[in-house]
């Protein structure tokens, strides 16, 4: 049962475009958001995170944005770099748990 | 710079074969991860422990054991490896500093293929 889901597999969008991708949790006990980056035969690196006491978190052109409501959060890329192009995985925890579940991952393709 | 080390980046290994993938971080992290990486199934958290001798399972254990002998190494053993263990290995470490859930650092992930 994947308590994260992020429902897009792909996503492309046109250099300077913006790119919104998106994850829905199930687990209302999640408190603590983050987005990693993938590229190819690397590990994922941290991107961004938000806790729950918060609905807008920007740093620099990527802002996550949560909805606890819908448990529903998405990521905003603008304006979008071919060097963002990459795997997305969405994450999600409990703050002072020490397990993090992740959602299938988006792959972005941003075109020159 | 931070550092998650995984041994071997391509493992090839024949059914029923025990299998060590191993880890190692250098940031004094706490807590260690490791998860397996599927196409359409995301990152899966196998087991993880956030002390010395300390395990717990994640969502995924069984076929798999795990060893923390030393703060900076955690080995994941498949005791008797089967086909539907081939997968992307990814090892994670996070600090507990003040209580506080800190993000995963991940290292370069092992592409194990069991024939």
């Known amino acids: 049962d994947q308590q994260v889901k992020q429902n897009s597999p792909s996503l492309s969008v046109q250099e300077g475009r913006i790119s919104i991708l998106n994850c829905d949790y199930t687990?209302?006990?999640?408190?603590?958001f983050l987005w990693y980056k993938k590229y190819p035969a690397e590990g994922p690196t941290f991107l961004i995170s938000i806790s729950s006491i918060k609905d807008k978190n920007e740093d620099g052109r990527f802002t996550v944005f949560l909805n606890k409501s819908a448990k529903h959060l998405s990521l905003h890329i603008v304006p979008s770099q071919p060097g963002d192009s990459a795997v997305y995985f969405c994450a999600a925890s409990v703050i002072n748990n020490n397990d993090m579940r992740f959602g299938a991952g988006t792959r972005l393709t941003v075109k020159p | 710079d931070v550092k998650v080390t995984q041994s071997s980046r391509y493992l090839v290994k024949r059914t029923g074969e025990k299998v060590f993938l191993e880890c190692v971080q250098d940031?004094?992290?706490?807590?260690m991860f490791w998860y397996r990486q599927d196409p359409g199934l995301g990152l899966r958290l196998i087991y993880f422990?956030?002390?010395?001798?300390?395990?717990e399972k994640g969502d995924i254990p069984e076929g798999y054991s795990v060893s923390r002998e030393k703060k900076e190494r955690f080995s994941l053993i498949l005791e008797s490896a089967s086909t539907n263990q081939t997968s992307m290995y990814l090892c994670?470490?996070?600090?507990?500093?003040?209580?506080?859930?800190?993000?995963?650092?991940f290292g370069s992930g092992t592409q194990l293929s069991v024939l």
């Open positions: 687990n209302s006990m999640f408190d603590y």
């Open positions: 994670a470490s996070s600090s507990s500093d003040g209580g506080a859930f800190e993000k995963l650092f």
């Open positions: 422990s956030y002390d010395v001798k300390m395990k």
């Open positions: 940031m004094d992290h706490e807590n």
